[in-house]
């Protein structure tokens, strides 16, 4: 079974970043990644995103759902084959619709 194709709209996206102490940021990152200095300093955010007419494709917007979303997130390093890499932890995520609860990213064949 395909994954289907999925469309929508992305109404709004803020990103919000700030500064943290990397100590303090040690303590919620699981191994192996540690938080990615700038200037000293770690960095995390939230970025919220709103959502409209998501919906398969084959079905018009007016049908499709809507939701307020934030995933709240850590700029990380980790070691992987003996080079460093940079990524993006999420420790949490948050959502108004039940139906993006319920399938929690988890829709595969």
Known sequence: MQIPVIRGLIDRRILVNFRVDPEALTTILPAPFRPKLV??????????????????????????????NAAHRIAVEWDQDGETKEGVFIPRRDTSSRL????????VS
């Open 100 to 107: 993006n609860t319920l399938l929690g990213g988890r829709f």
């Open 39 to 68: 200037k000293g300093n770690g960095m995390a955010g939230v970025c919220l995103i709103r959502l409209k007419g998501i919906r398969p494709r084959f079905l018009p917007a007016l049908l499709g759902l809507s939701s307020e």
